[in-house]
Structures are given as structure tokens and as C-alpha cells.
């Protein structure tokens, strides 16, 4: 039986990671361990995660540094520890029992395999999809959640291979850990994942999708919605760093394409902020978009 970290970053998650953990410690596969990354949150977390004692690995940061940041010091410490896999897990998920059996399976049965993700489901709208299976529109410079915001009626029920998978739930092996190394800390937040996947894919390993594997995901918590203006400056300038960083995967037309449609759609949405007198969004898409 594989030995599987299971990691997860917290950053004043005091609200919601109890439920995480308590939902991975009741599922049906045993040899796993909870490594718990703590980037200096100030909300009282550590009092709750020191109480559990040797029922977690906690790691803490004595900074914020990110999400590849702690992700990172958590992978290092189950390399060191002779673990064979590695889940990272958004700490604002809840999983169902077979998940992470399920997972490893795809792993038995595609040996190309470097990543393995989950069907990710809205909570606590447990029937609708966020995330099934993912994609990139190079033409949009954005990533594709398959199926998103959709009532499951089935209709991404199959095991296949997908050119990006969120780091909300992304199982990967030890090979791929050697080979392509740790996540990219200067992304922060934001775009780490489809960075990984593509460093993935161009190393010729394949990411498989694995809809039996359920994850349950209170979207948004963790960065303060998806409009504050620290969200938007990190996904604006990361999604210009990376489709930079990996336009060799696209054609120049597509790439060139793209790029004007990003910052022609950017531009607008600054100026919708500005005129509705929300300057804190304005000048965080202006920012993000002049320092690329």
C-alpha cells in the first residue's frame, strides 16, 4: 500500500480547515499522513492544529509565503520521509470516504500518469460541478473547468486524460516530483497549478482525470472572493506570466490572440471598476497589467 502525503496550506483557515481534516480521517484509505503547512496565520489556527497533536505532521512557516511556498515546504518534508505520493489539497475542501482509493487507482492504471485529479463538486451544492476535468483556450489566455457551475447528470462519468488539473485536489507521483521538481514560488497564488501542468505534460507524462474521485470545495473562502482586489491582481499578472512562460505549447497566432483579447477584456473590466468607484479593483488590474 502506497504511502501518500496528503498536504495542505493554511493561512487563517481556522473557519473551515476542522471540517477538512475530520472528513480525511474518515476515509477508507489508511496509509496516508496529514501534513499541515501553516504560513503564519494570525486567526488562531495553530491553537486547534497544535491540539491534535501527532495526528498530524504541522509544519510552520514563519511567513506567508504563498501557495507553491507552503505546498513546497510540505512536499519537502514527505520526500525526506519516504513518501511515494502527493496530494495537494485546497483546506477549504471536504472529501468523500473512497477518494483518495479511487485516485490511486488511475495511478495503477495508466503508468504514464504523473497527475491524478478529482471531480470537484460546489459545497455544500453537492450536485453541481466546479471542476470536470480541465482545458486551456489559448485564445481566451484563461483555464477551462469542464462542466462548471452544471448539474451532474452523468455527463463527465469518464476516466480521461486532461491538459490541466487544479491544485485544488492534485494527486502526484514521486517520479514526476523528480523529474520536474517542486511548484513555482513566484506565482504566489494563482496559475502555480496550470504552471505544473504544463512542466507536466511537456516532461511527456499525462494528467488523468478521474470522476469516481469526489472533492467537495467551498469555493472562494480561501482568498476573500474571487473580486477582491488580491485576487485579482495575482490572477491578472500570473495568467500573463504563465501563458508567457509556455507559449511554445500554442501557435504565435493563438498566443498573440490571445493576449490582445486578455488586456482588450482587462481593460474594460478596470474601467467598469473605476466608474462604479471601486478604485481598489482599478488599480489592482492596472498594476497586474503594467508589470508584465
Known amino acids: 500500500m502506497s504511502k501518500v502525503a496528503i498536504i495542505l496550506v493554511n493561512y487563517n483557515g481556522k473557519e473551515y480547515i476542522k471540517e477538512c481534516i475530520e472528513s480525511i480521517q474518515a476515509i477508507d484509505y489508511k496509509n496516508y499522513k496529514i501534513i499541515v503547512v501553516d504560513n503564519n496565520s494570525t486567526d488562531d489556527s495553530l491553537v486547534y492544529l497544535k491540539s491534535l497533536g501527532n495526528e498530524i505532521k504541522l509544519i510552520e512557516a514563519k511567513e506567508n509565503g504563498g501557495f507553491s511556498f507552503g505546498n513546497n515546504l510540505g512536499i519537502k518534508y514527505a520526500i525526506e520521509n519516504g513518501f511515494e505520493y502527493f496530494l495537494l489539497l485546497n483546506n477549504d475542501t471536504l472529501v468523500k470516504r473512497d477518494f483518495l482509493s479511487k485516485m490511486l487507482e488511475s495511478f495503477n492504471r495508466n503508468p504514464d500518469a504523473g497527475i491524478v485529479g478529482a471531480k470537484i463538486m460546489y459545497y455544500p451544492e453537492k450536485n453541481r460541478i466546479w471542476f470536470g ?5 489559448w485564445t481566451r489566455f484563461r483555464v477551462v473547468h469542464n462542466h462548471i457551475k452544471e448539474t451532474d447528470n452523468g455527463q463527465c462519468n469518464a476516466e480521461v486524460e486532461i491538459n490541466f488539473m487544479t491544485g485544488c485536489a492534485m ?3 514521486k517520479e514526476v516530483i523528480e523529474k520536474v521538481g517542486l511548484l513555482d514560488e513566484e506565482y504566489f497564488m494563482y496559475c502555480e497549478d496550470l504552471d505544473y501542468s504544463f512542466k507536466v505534460l511537456d516532461n511527456n507524462f499525462k494528467i488523468i482525470f478521474n470522476p469516481e474521485a469526489i472533492v467537495y470545495h467551498k469555493v472562494s473562502l480561501s482568498s476573500g472572493g474571487e473580486d477582491s482586489a488580491f485576487s485579482l491582481y495575482w490572477k491578472t499578472k500570473n495568467t500573463l506570466k ?13 498566443y498573440l490572440l490571445g493576449k490582445f483579447i486578455f488586456y482588450l477584456e482587462h481593460v474594460v473590466k478596470a474601467i467598469k471598476y473605476k466608474i462604479n468607484g471601486n478604485v481598489e479593483n482599478y488599480n489592482a488590474i492596472k498594476k497586474a497589467l503594467s508589470n508584465i
Do not use: C, Q, Y
Request: hydrophobic share 40%; no cysteine.
Open 133 to 137: 476535468g480541465g482545458d486551456v483556450s
Open 171 to 173: 494527486l502526484i507521483s
Open 242 to 254: 504563465v501563458m508567457k512562460k509556455f507559449k511554445h505549447r500554442t501557435s504565435l497566432f493563438n
